[in-house]
């Protein structure tokens, strides 16, 4: 009866449908399933799923037809009622290390991916709940994450469920069929053929994918004269262009911070984003951990333009002009012996005179053991110096290695862009597949890529929303996320990992493999199909099912990381002259935004809340100005926070001859007659959530000036505005809030952390001690190592259901995060020191909170936690008063979305939602804690150190939170507390708190005392 | 304690007004005092000042309405400051009824005889206000639905409230007040229900009356029996009247932020809400008296006594303020800079206008001819009323909005939804009061009548005793 479905047919179901059907197919002996597949397997059925509902509309005046629709439809709603709970992906996916004999439910499940993000994949861990991916975390095994995974990885889980994503294909704007893409595709294709593809043009971001490139590599072997295009806006062209200055031949640089007694960064912020930065956070917080067994620490300098996160835990900072990195670069460069570089001179250096001879001097000591780090966004030339003072410094070979390029075809791709542009213009481009990315937003202004698209024939997108680009193009196709998708990436070392999905696509999304094998004329072949054949022939034939398993499994593919290449630096290009600057107005420095990044992330509740490193404003992007600078053009009186609320004036920033609005803000540590634009908002198609919010940087930025340029002019405007920020005082009022010494003063006298601090005996109290037999639970953060990156903010939202309030509450100070980074700044205005500390609930032993809930709602565990009893709260916020941390959080309003269903999926079930009119607040992760105790209990034994890893504490890629069992002297954290460095917040309010912290440690150079 | 004879009154209080205007006798403070009552016809001037405040409690009900549907989140509360109008109100409420407990009770013990014409009215006040009052705690938690779990009660979850939390003590406290306060007036009433049965001609009227009066005939018994539970009532309201506002104190003294960690609060805070209550009296008894021409029943010789009740307890709240700075300023570190913060910071308006309000204007009350200008005095009441309002939010809210971590230090700033419940509940004090003035005699008529001439006659010759 059940005739077996031919995979052309299959393609044509929903995949939805065609995973239910494959299931089912597997499953046998259940009959339920068996009569859907027969149902499903009609051709009328299958036609129903490609027609639209006003042509079964029409069927109501047609009785036969009517019924037919009915049932029909009734068929079709029992399938999205049973799809619910089956997501899982048709092909073969294999479970990370814990894995249970059978699904048991209840029981999460980790399987390792990839998630490919900026050029560089981050290898990931993702929990799933009954087959629904509810959290990820980093892969211990994969080298560019090591069990750690920065804000976009967490936040990634809330765009694979954003319920803006787009969800159909849609041709001319109406929705569409697959089989009626795959038609005019082939039409197309087949109308190219004839011509060697001269009319194909293909568009995609960074290819890191291995095997997306050798698809594309075969459809260009296909069609010869075809091209393809690569572009996204935070390009790291200037790498790629000054590695060909000094190598002449594009080669990726990899650094190795365990290894670096001394670094030295220009304008690069190596610890917050670009590939490897996990890695290189870890590595660079580990050589500055100054614990019993570890006497030493490295020593940053960062000379940077706008201040960074890595800036603000430099060592010594120097803020600079754009324009004089590159004499910055020649001075260091000159100074440890590049050849052809004479040092620069004039004024403009002349102030920076010390610094530079300080740094000089200090690189000349560590020769081998430095690094010079320049930041992606430096011209090429600035790239260049820094491989020449490498070299110079012998760095290379030690700290710094060569390898092959990450991507597959490096490109410069400004011009890859600019050249599609021309060509599309010319009216020589037929078809245009644009696979990711959003090129009509991102775009920069002078290449008209918006109205060039238009005069092409064909436009295909693929992408995971209707964007501005989607909405310009004949097609779009939604893109499955990559957590719905089979591919493969490479990290920033080359190790690839394949990207295995958790879920089948929610929204029928197709993968850019799909695609490519839709071109190459295999539209049967499934991203699986291509991936796997593609790593088959990589890998050979003998125990192939083995190695695929080997690899899905560990989440990195053995034996990928490049092997480091002996490369010479070439200094020729340091001859020629400077470029010189005319520094006529302001100059302007652009960078993706902190949060959202480049605006792909835009309609993300989570990074549009998530409160900014530094400035810790919400839900927008403001022009960076230094106080001194706004204080010329009038603007320091009407700029900051007034009230409680913190209001900027609108200005009118003026570059090139184009012109953007937005809201100034005055950032300390910001160079002097400059401004940073962030790019990432003014977003018209970004979904509910971050549509038209912010100003939209692209729109002054321009092939000449992608990162920074001069010339831009601010004028004000008298407009005021409204901005939301979670901090609105950055001075620790002579408090000892962030304990923080130099090491030299430390290593004389350890006990210079507690001098100004009082902590009261311990039997201060009119309550009876509590006894803690059996665990007791604390946490230590090293306020040195943490470099303020936001990753467990997002990470404890992911965790906890925090839900998201929007930009209004915020500004009423009533945002939800349960763990907050404070910063605070210290010193000069002109360039203060900067401290971030992560504040969690402090889990007091002697817990203000608990006293006063009248209704018993928060008390305290046998273990020491100040438990939070959702079920019991009625709502007197008399515990948030009594908190001195002010770590608990009210719902004053009913902020959780109880609606959206794909919302439901993706919590956590081991937390509760928590309803309005309840408190609530970090908990240690105690669900962690829980399942860690129920398996230690299983096999008889205590919990392990390092067995529950919270949240924050998991995701943090400098370790800077260690959470364990004080019970335990030999566990990490007793350690921690042990040390000289350890000391209580408010200790001396005898709250005892069981969260503690490790005082910041600086190690400047003596030479620069007071730099 | 020598008894206090009328004539010695007289040389202690300086023998300035009577407490009751002469040429009265039995019948016209009867009927003057019932008639406004049994009178069928509504005075206009009522009539507007019950339509404005009815309407004001259909703000404050939708108010309570949109609250309960949407959450607290429509006020202006956030996180430093997780209390702020619907704490303040609250204890500006329950300070307001402290007049009431302290003129009825008190002043009974010490046997002031100018508390007589004002008592019933000043104890109706004092209700309403701890109706008002509790309105707030109820509402203002995040699930008023469950706010019964604050009381004691055995239940299927087997879970008591948390006794430690002065919280819990505040729940007892006011109960036990409303309660006590509710049995104390009630009972005053009785004899004077009677007299309301008696005097009135409608017959249901008579029979409303006269079940509410259950049974009083006046019978020598009865005048027994009254006499003692009333002065039995009085000797239980007496510690309330320092022990509620004690605990109200509580609620911020047992806490640890600075500004509200203070062992001056339960001094500071009994001695405020005396000095708002009695405001409150005169805001609400100059009109009164004016209106209905009651002015030979409450003379100036109670407005002199309750505007020196007034100054004596300003002072002390004064001695509070000057202790609080000076303890700010030798304790050091927090409290010193939240001291300085209160005066110098950007809510230093309010704590300005409340020294204006509450130590500066009052001394005015000093002045004889000020105490008996009745619109100086009025508008004196509602300066202090004012000034005790912002002493509480001085207290709640510059003490929560700047405490210990400055990252997370936040401003304050109410919404409308503040407005609609506050003034929704003076509209709601307000109405009651109007009701309780049209439905039951304002003043105590039986009381009033021991002061008068004639009453002391018969007494005379065994030697004057007041009333026992």
């Known amino acids: 009866m059940a005739r077996e479905a031919t995979p052309q047919e299959l393609v044509q179901i929903r995949p939805r449908l065609s995973t239910l059907l494959h299931k089912a197919q597997q499953e046998q002996g259940r009959r339920f399933w068996r009569s859907l597949e027969e149902l499903c397997e009609t051709p009328e059925f299958i036609e129903y799923l490609q027609r639209e509902f006003p042509h079964g509309a029409s069927e109501w005046h047609d009785p036969v037809g009517r019924r037919r629709f009915l049932k029909l439809m009734g068929a079709s709603l029992a399938l999205a009622g049973l799809s619910g709970c089956v997501y899982q992906p048709q092909e073969k996916i294999v479970p990370y290390i814990r894995q249970p004999e059978e699904i048991v439910p209840g029981k999460p499940l980790f399987f390792a991916t990839a998630m490919p993000f900026a050029g560089e994949a981050i290898g990931l861990l993702v929990r799933s709940n009954e087959g629904r991916p509810t959290k990820i975390e980093g892969n211990p095994q994969h080298p560019g994450s090591l069990g750690a995974t920065d804000l976009w990885a967490q936040a990634s889980i809330l765009q694979l469920y954003d319920p803006d994503r787009s969800r159909t294909l849609l041709y001319l704007g109406d929705i569409s069929s697959w089989s009626a893409f795959l038609g005019a595709v082939r039409t197309a294709m087949v109308n190219q053929g004839g011509k060697q593809g001269a009319g194909l043009r293909l568009l995609t971001e960074t290819v890191i994918s291995p095997t997306l490139a050798d698809q594309i590599k075969a459809l260009l072997q296909k069609y010869p004269a075809a091209k393809w295009h690569q572009y996204e806006p935070v390009t790291r062209d200037n790498v790629r262009l000054g590695a060909q200055m000094a190598f002449g031949q594009p080669v990726n640089a990899i650094y190795r911070f365990d290894q670096a007694a001394r670094v030295v960064a220009l304008d690069a912020d190596f610890l917050f984003r670009g590939p490897g930065h996990l890695r290189y956070a870890r590595d660079f917080a580990n050589r500055r951990r100054v614990v019993a067994d570890q006497k030493d620490m490295n020593r940053l300098y960062v000379a940077e333009s706008s201040p960074t996160v890595t800036g603000s835990i430099a060592d010594h900072r120097l803020p600079v002009k754009p324009s004089e990195i590159e004499a910055l670069a020649r001075a260091i460069a000159a100074g440890v012996g590049v050849g052809n570089v004479a040092a620069p001179t004039g004024e403009a250096l002349a102030k920076y005179g010390s610094w530079i001879d300080a740094v000089v001097r200090d690189l000349d000591q560590h020769r081998g053991a430095s690094i010079v780090v320049v930041g992606d966004e430096q011209p090429p030339v600035v790239h260049a110096l820094g491989h020449a003072i490498n070299a110079a410094l012998g760095n290379v070979g030690r700290t710094v290695f060569y390898t092959d390029p990450v991507e597959a075809n490096p490109v410069v791709q400004t011009e890859s862009l600019r050249e599609l542009v021309a060509d599309m213009e010319a009216g020589r481009v037929e078809m245009l597949v644009i696979l990711g990315g959003n090129p009509v937003y991102t775009a920069p202004a002078d290449i008209p890529f918006r109205t060039a698209l238009e005069r092409v024939p064909l436009r295909i997108h693929l992408g995971l929303y209707r964007d501005e680009t989607a909405d310009l193009c004949h097609w779009h196709v939604p893109e499955a996320h990559y957590l719905e998708s089979w591919s493969d990436a490479r990290a920033y070392d080359g190790t690839v990992s394949i990207v295995q999905p958790l879920i089948a696509p929610l929204y029928q999304g197709k993968t850019a493999h799909e695609i490519l094998a839709v071109l190459n004329d295999q539209p049967d072949r499934t991203s699986y199909d291509v991936v796997r054949e593609y790593w088959q022939r990589q890998a050979g034939a003998a125990d192939f099912e083995r190695w695929w398993r080997r690899a899905l499994h560990d989440g990195v593919v053995p034996d990928t990381a490049f092997t480091a290449r002996t490369l010479s630096a070439r200094t020729d290009f340091a001859a020629a002259p400077p470029t010189s600057t005319s520094a006529q107005g302001l100059e302007i420095v652009f960078r993706p935004d902190p949060s959202i990044y480049d605006g792909r992330f835009a309609n993300l509740g989570w990074l549009q809340e998530l409160p900014k490193p530094l400035t810790k404003l919400t839900w927008d992007n403001v022009i960076y100005l230094s106080p001194r600078t706004a204080e010329r053009l009038g603007l320091d009186r009407v700029v900051g926070s007034r009230g409680g609320e913190v209001w900027s004036e609108i200005v009118e920033l003026r570059f090139e001859g184009r012109t953007v609005r937005g809201p100034a803000y005055l950032v300390p540590g910001h160079p002097d007659d400059c401004v940073t634009v962030f790019m990432g908002y003014g977003r018209e198609r970004a979904g509910r959530v971050g549509n038209k919010i912010g100003y939209n940087a692209s729109a002054i930025r321009t092939t000449g000036a992608m990162w920074a340029g001069a010339g831009a002019e601010l004028r004000r405007t008298g407009e005021a505005y409204q901005l939301a920020s979670t901090q609105l005082h950055f001075l620790m009022e002579g408090r000892d809030l962030v304990r923080a010494t130099i090491l030299e003063e430390y290593m004389r006298n350890p006990e210079v952390v507690h001098e100004r601090g009082h902590e009261p005996p311990e039997d201060l109290s009119l309550y009876p001690q509590y006894q803690y037999d059996g665990y007791r639970w604390a946490m230590a953060i090293d306020v040195s190592a943490c470099i303020g990156c936001n990753a467990c903010v997002v990470a404890c939202q992911a965790e906890n259901n925090i839900p998201v309030v929007g930009k209004e509450q915020v500004a009423r100070s009533r945002e939800m995060h349960w763990l907050r980074v404070d910063t605070y700044y210290e010193g000069d205005p002109e360039n203060p020191t900067a401290y971030f500390q992560p504040i969690p609930c402090q889990q007091c032993e002697k817990a203000p909170c608990e006293v006063v809930c009248p209704v018993n709602a928060t008390v305290h565990s046998a273990e020491g936690l100040n438990d939070m009893v959702y079920n019991r709260c009625v709502g007197t916020r008399y515990c948030s008063n009594n908190c001195p941390y002010k770590v608990r959080r009210f719902n004053y309003l009913l902020y959780q979305d109880w609606e959206t269903p794909t919302y439901k999926m993706m919590r956590n079930p081991e937390v509760t939602i928590r309803s309005r009119g309840v408190m609530e607040k970090c908990t240690y992760c105690v669900q962690r804690i829980q399942a860690a105790k129920i398996e230690a209990e299983k096999d008889g034994r205590r919990v392990r150190d390092g067995e529950v890893l919270t949240a924050c504490q998991a995701v943090c890629p400098t370790e800077a939170i260690v959470f364990g069992d004080l019970n335990d002297p030999n566990s990490r954290v007793a350690k921690l507390k042990a040390e000289k460095r350890n000391f209580s917040l408010l200790g001396e309010l005898n709250t005892r708190p069981r969260t503690s912290y490790l005082a910041a440690l600086r190690n400047p150079n003596p030479e620069l005392k007071g730099a | ?468």
């Open chain 2, 1 to 468: 304690m020598s008894t206090i004879t009328p004539e010695r009154q007289q040389t202690l209080t300086g023998a300035d007004y009577p407490v009751i205007a002469p040429g009265h006798n039995f019948i016209t403070v009867t009927e003057k005092i019932a008639n406004i009552v049994l009178a069928r016809r509504t005075p206009f001037g009522w009539l507007v000042g019950a339509a404005i405040t009815f309407m004001m409690v259909m703000m404050l009900l939708y108010t309570i309405g949109y609250l309960v549907l949407t959450g607290v989140g429509i006020w202006g509360n956030n996180i430093p400051v997780a209390w702020a109008f619907d704490i303040i109100n609250f204890v500006w409420w329950i300070g307001i009824g402290h007049a009431g407990t302290l003129i009825s009770a008190i002043l009974l013990l010490f046997r002031q005889d100018w508390r007589t014409s004002i008592n019933r009215a000043a104890e109706a006040m004092t209700l309403f206000a701890v109706a008002c009052a509790g309105l707030f705690p109820l509402l203002h938690v995040g699930r008023p639905w469950l706010a019964y779990w604050l009381f004691p009660y055995p239940n299927t979850m087997g879970m008591w409230p948390q006794f430690r939390s002065p919280l819990m003590w505040d729940v007892f406290a006011v109960s036990t007040y409303g309660t006590v306060s509710l049995l104390f007036w009630y009972t005053g009433l009785i004899p004077d229900l009677a007299t309301m049965r008696d005097q009135a001609r409608h017959p249901l009227v008579k029979k409303i009356y006269g079940v509410l009066a259950m049974g009083w005939r006046g019978s020598a018994r009865h005048w027994h029996r009254y006499e003692t539970v009333y002065l039995i009532l009085a000797g239980l309201s007496t510690p309330l009247v320092l022990s509620v506002h004690t605990i109200v104190s509580f609620d911020f003294a047992v806490s640890l932020i600075p500004g509200w960690h203070t062992t001056i609060f339960p001094p500071y805070f009994v001695a405020g809400a005396i000095y708002s209550g009695f405001a409150m009296v005169l805001t609400l008894l100059i009109p009164i008296r004016k209106f209905y021409g009651l002015e030979d029943l409450i003379t100036l010789r109670h407005m002199h006594q309750m505007a020196k009740v007034m100054l004596a307890t300003g002072l002390i709240v004064a001695y509070g303020y000057l202790m609080e700075a000076f303890i700010g300023w030798y304790a050091s570190g927090y409290e010193w800079f939240m001291m300085r913060n209160r005066a110098l910071g950007p809510y230093a308006w309010a704590y300005w206008m409340l020294i204006l309000c509450n130590i500066v204007i009052p001394q005015l009350l000093w002045s004889k001819r000020i105490r008996e200008n009745m619109i100086l005095l009025f508008l004196i009441s509602i300066v202090v009323n004012t000034g005790m309002w912002l002493e509480r939010f001085v207290i709640i809210v510059t003490s929560l909005y700047r405490d210990f971590l400055p990252s997370s230090w936040g401003m304050y700033a109410p919404r409308l939804w503040d407005f609609t419940m506050f003034f929704g509940t003076i509209g709601f004090f307000l109405f009651l009061m109007f009701i309780f003035i049209r439905l039951l005699p304002m003043i105590s008529i039986f009381e009033v009548r021991t002061l008068l001439p004639q009453a002391k006659v018969r007494t005379e010759p065994e030697g004057a005793t007041a009333h026992d």
